[in-house]
């Protein structure tokens, strides 16, 4: 392979970036919306927000559980969340006994109550361990927010929401999934602050 032009490059996967994000700030306000008001709900109501994805968005799961459980700009009350993706002793075990495919669907049967919200995030939307999480969650009344790229996979099917980054390219997708992960973060902060002040 030719070594590119570096500054040729860097400029170019900077103005990637900003076309999939600006295409992303035209199609995702209404879904991002939807995200909030049932993350919120789901608190509101003693629920659990449960995360997961492989890789990088294994990260991301648990950035976004860490600004939930933590505080994302302001000081308040923690949320309740869990990255299935941090149990190392649970996921080897039921990797060793039941398979890799069954490494988040298995957390989602023991924590996962009918209220709760999963968060499965998978860029090509065709992971099968997180499409087993989902499937499980929707057994037991949860509520699905998929986190995907372009044409959703099969993900697609299982979500109630689906946040679709606007391309195929696996870094930008990633990219568009953490900035729309700081803003559900930060507006269901804001939710929850306003409601601590009023009661």
Do not use: W
């Not at 190392?88 to 890799?100: K, Q």
């Not at 195929?168 to 929850?192: F, G, T, W, Y």
């Amino acid at each position: 392979m030719e070594m590119p032009d570096l500054s040729e490059f860097i400029a170019d996967s900077f103005a990637e970036h900003a076309e999939v994000v600006e295409n992303s700030a035209r199609a995702l306000p209404g879904t991002l919306k939807q995200f909030v008001e049932v993350v919120d709900t789901s608190l509101r109501n003693d629920g659990t927000i449960l995360v997961c994805g492989n890789g990088g968005s294994a990260a991301d799961a648990q950035h976004f559980v860490a600004e939930l459980v933590c505080r994302f700009r302001i000081d308040r009350g923690a949320l309740r969340a869990v990255a299935l993706t941090t149990d190392t002793s649970a996921l080897t075990a039921i990797g060793n006994d039941y398979g890799y495919d069954q490494v988040f669907a298995r957390q989602v049967e023991a924590l996962a109550r009918k209220g709760d919200v999963l968060v499965a995030i998978s860029t090509s939307g065709n992971s099968q361990n997180v499409l087993e999480a989902a499937d499980t969650a929707r057994k037991m009344g949860c509520t699905i927010v998929g986190m995907t790229g372009a044409d959703g996979g099969r993900l697609a099917e299982l979500a109630d929401i689906l946040v679709t980054s606007p391309s195929s390219i696996v870094a930008r997708i990633q990219e568009v999934h953490e900035v729309c992960l700081h803003i559900v973060a930060d507006a269901v902060e804001r939710i929850a602050v306003d409601r601590e002040e009023l009661s």
